[in-house]
């Protein structure tokens, strides 16, 4: 008997989780809020509240969700610009690192995934959480397995152009700015001597 057989079924099962995902990668992708309403409720999904910090001005909101899944999931859908960009949810979470439950549920997952789709992307090169990327029907689908102080797997799927789009933003407005533009950050309280070199 191997460690796995050992471990408690898998709750929400993978095959609900991966089935969940080819219904969100077929069809048309909302592109006004009346149909992502629509697209929730054939999908048995409700809407939560906005859960970003009121302070902070962004062009990406975030609501909590609940999907039809068995379990205790953390769910979200996200906006970008008003536009429906996608939903993410962490379906298998430890406070234990490397727990065969949370490590099982990422495994059958990626091989049921890479069966209907093919192998995956890891454009990211993150050797600590790699990452396994899809693009499907205009769709990104992201799956990542978090394994440092605990263990865990996040599951997103968004419309592939708005999720470049808001992270290309998010990148841009993290940089660091300088007073006047420059690569070198030139200070304007650095002047120059009178008759040394500029």
Known sequence: ??????SPALIPD????????????AGMWPRSDFERKAFFQRLGFASGAKWDDASTVSATAHFALQTPLAGDLFSSWTQYHGKFMGVSMQPYTSMTTNDLSTRAGYEAIRAQLTAHYGEPANPWHDPVVPACVWNVNGRRVVIRFFNLQHSGMMLSVDDAGLAVAAATEAKRLNEPTHWN?????????VLPRLGGRV
Request: aromatic share 4%; no cysteine.
């Open 1 to 6: 008997m191997d460690a796995q057989e050992h």
């Open 14 to 25: 993978p095959a609900a989780i991966v089935a969940l995902v080819e219904t969100l990668v």
């Open 181 to 189: 533009n420059s690569e070198e950050a030139v200070s304007p309280f």
